[in-house]
């Protein structure tokens, strides 16, 4: 496989301004995970204002965690505006399959906003593209495997995907990359995929094929996981042993740790 581009470096020179319009869950966590990454947070959900700060922003997240009528319609202002001025977005699509509201405001959303790639587990992403799966909450359960579910639901969305799980898929048009680095306890940890998803985009403004961002943010994000776990095996101390690791990590321990192969998707 020909040497790939991580540009953590690059993205943290630039300390790009993520504009989130992100779920209550997860909002403190998110802002500090991107600023210990490199990147710098900004959360605005206000229908009168999120136009004007996808414009400043170098990337723009859209998660429906917990989505209302109005969030909707601020997250499509803020997706055209962002593409208006080529800003890139990202989306992703919590709970989608758990309630129809979820499912029709996502698909919305990827109907009137053009979208750089949605991340999301594998449930999400097959209710997204319409392939029949259980979803409880914001946890999906899937009986098909994330690498079927992601064929299948690219060839529906024509979207870059990145599915997130045991093993992550990202695929898009030319190719698949799986990835195995990790731990399962970031699935313990509230926030971890909806921050995942923030610094994707903050990698998606140095490197702008949103597969090749996705695989160096991802392979950074859980190799950073994989230093945390070796200093606390708690959720408690986890969390914040794994914010430390997202400042910590670096190219070289990336390129040492990373599991990764690539095959041609056509
Ligand atoms: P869910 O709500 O199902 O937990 P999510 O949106 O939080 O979904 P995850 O799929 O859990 O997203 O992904 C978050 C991060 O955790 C990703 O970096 C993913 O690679 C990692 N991850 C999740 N499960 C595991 C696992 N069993 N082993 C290793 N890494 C994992
Ligand atoms: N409920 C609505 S949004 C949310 C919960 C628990 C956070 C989901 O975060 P993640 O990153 O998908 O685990
Ligand atoms: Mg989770
Ligand atoms: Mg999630």
Do not use: W
């Not at 991107?34 to 998660?63: C, F, R, S, T, W």
């Not at 409880?136 to 299948?152: C, D, F, H, M, S």
């Not at 313990?188 to 994707?200: D, Q």
């Amino acid at each position: 496989m020909k040497e790939l581009e991580i540009n953590i470096e690059e993205m943290r020179q630039k300390q790009p301004l993520i504009h989130n319009i992100t779920n209550q869950v997860v909002m403190n966590f998110t802002a500090n995970g991107l600023y210990a990454m490199g990147a710098a947070p900004v959360m605005a959900h206000a229908k009168e204002e999120v136009a004007d700060m996808a414009q400043i922003a170098d990337a723009v997240v859209l998660n429906i965690g917990t989505l209302t009528k109005e969030q909707v319609e601020a997250m499509i202002i803020a997706g055209k505006s962002a593409n208006e001025k080529g800003v890139p977005v990202v989306l992703d699509p919590v709970g989608v399959g758990a309630t129809k509201f979820r499912t029709d405001s996502a698909r919305q959303i990827i109907k009137e906003v053009d979208v750089s790639l949605i991340r999301g587990n594998a449930g999400e992403i097959a209710s997204l593209a319409d392939i029949e799966v259980k979803v409880r909450g914001v946890e999906g359960n899937a009986a098909l495997t994330p690498y079927a579910i992601a064929k299948e639901a690219f060839g529906k969305l024509n979207i870059p995907l990145a599915i997130t799980g045991e093993e992550d898929v990202v695929i898009d048009k030319h190719n698949l990359y799986r990835l195995r680095n990790g731990n399962p306890i970031l699935a313990k940890v509230t926030g971890t995929g909806c921050l995942l998803t923030a610094i994707i985009a903050s990698f998606l403004t140095v490197q702008k094929n949103p597969i090749k961002a996705a695989v160096g943010a991802i392979s950074s994000y859980n190799i950073a996981a994989e230093m945390a776990f070796t200093k606390s095996q708690l959720p408690g101390g986890f969390q914040v042993a794994f914010l430390d690791a997202l400042y910590e990590i670096n190219e070289k321990k990336i390129r040492d740790g990373m599991i990764v192969e690539c095959e041609d998707n056509n």
